[in-house]
């Protein structure tokens, strides 16, 4: 039985899990807090989670039916994230550790995202057999990502952004069209009735062999065409604006994910990260991945798809099969930067 935290961003998170199976997962969401500024404000993340952790935790507990005597080990999030955002956990789950004398297990963001599709229900279900190499294809708000998982917690990076992340591109998208924030889920929503060829967008790194990623020149082309329409008429193409946008990014994803399937010819490809929540894009994706036999697997539920708990504490669970527990409680910090170790 594991106690999880997440607090790398603007969602303040606890799950209890079990193995694989999330028996709840908590999510605090902070979105309301930031829609003003059109995106996160650090200060602000560190103070929303300092006032909901310890009632996350309660009503985790609480739902879970259980006391903080059947939790066996706690997890929490070191990074990649905003520093003073993950301090916020990383300060909780040490003096819970402390407090009931279990071991912590510090846990990469990333690897989270990828643990999501191994996370089942309550019951066990979906029952994955996920055969390994696997490719992971990671596209958040703040990451885009390729790696290649050898077995679990062995990964070696393939690219990544350069630049803007996909989920980043997306929200700016919609800010330049005034849509609020978080822009992914308006973008899809509009995008579903637009033209994705009405408006042909720049497609950057497109032909290059690199798996990497660039979506700022994308952006910076967007604001420029949106501003040479003349304001009545950006209301009348919102639609088709949209999904000429995201047919980009998508485009881009899928691109280099088709490069890494042909390069490394994986048995299977996992999805994770808040923008895997779109339907659009899991479809390209799956449509994909049949042409190469690669099984593909996504977070079983939307909410494991967005930052949370649930994901952190499969992802301790398979790191304590390891034997990956952090001892030295003191030494234990927050990494901002923290990247995958290639092994
Ligand atoms: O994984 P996540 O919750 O946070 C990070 O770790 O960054 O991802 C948040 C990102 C935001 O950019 C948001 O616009 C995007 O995921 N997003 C979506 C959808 N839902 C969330 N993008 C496209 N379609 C969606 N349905
Ligand atoms: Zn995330």
């Known amino acids: 039985m594991i106690l999880a935290i997440e607090t790398s961003c603007d969602e ?42 310890e009632p996350a935790i309660k009503e985790a507990l609480k739902k879970s039916r259980i006391s903080t005597k059947e ?39 990333m690897e989270g995202h990828i643990y999501s599709c191994f996370a089942q229900n309550r019951n066990g279900n979906p029952k994955r057999k996920i055969a390994f190499p696997a490719l992971c294809i990671l596209v958040s708000g703040g990451h885009t990502q390729l790696v290649i998982m050898k077995n679990h917690g062995q990964y070696k990076l393939l690219g990544e952004t350069r630049d803007d992340a996909a989920g980043e591109a997306l929200d700016k ?4 069209l005034k849509l609020g924030y978080p822009g992914g889920p308006v973008i899809e929503r509009l995008a579903q009735k637009g033209n994705p060829n ?13 798996l990497d990623y660039s979506f700022s020149g994308l952006k910076t082309h967007f604001l420029y065409l949106v501003q040479e329409i003349p304001p009545k008429k950006v209301g009348v193409e919102l639609k088709n604006l949209a999904a000429s946008f995201q047919e980009a990014v998508f485009d881009s994803i899928i691109k280099k994910t088709q ?30 991945v049949s042409k190469y036999g690669a099984a593909p697997y996504f977070p079983p539920k939307d909410e494991l798809c967005t930052d949370n708990a649930a994901m952190i ?29 290639n092994g």
């Open 12 to 53: 303040t998170s606890v799950a209890v899990t079990k193995g694989r199976r999330v028996i709840t997962n908590i999510i605090s969401s902070q979105v309301d807090l930031h829609r003003k500024y059109g995106g996160v404000v650090p200060a602000i993340a560190k103070r929303a989670h300092e006032e909901r952790i």
């Open 259 to 288: 490069v890494a399937l042909q390069r490394y010819h994986p048995p299977s490809l996992l999805a994770g990260g808040g923008v895997i929540a779109n339907k659009l894009l899991r479809r390209k994706v799956r449509s994909l």
């Open 198 to 210: 009405k408006y042909p967008m720049p497609r950057p790194l497109f032909y290059s062999k690199t």
């Open 71 to 109: 939790i066996k080990t706690i997890a929490v999030t070191v990074g990649p994230g905003l520093a003073i955002a993950l301090e916020v956990g990383i300060k909780k789950a040490k003096e819970l550790s402390l407090a009931l004398k279990k071991p912590l297990i510090a846990v990469n963001h």
């Open 313 to 341: 504490g499969v992802c301790a669970y398979f790191m304590i099969k390891s034997g990956k527990i952090t001892t030295n409680l003191i030494k234990l910090d927050r990494k901002p930067n923290l990247c995958f170790q």
């Open 173 to 176: 998208a919609a800010k330049i």
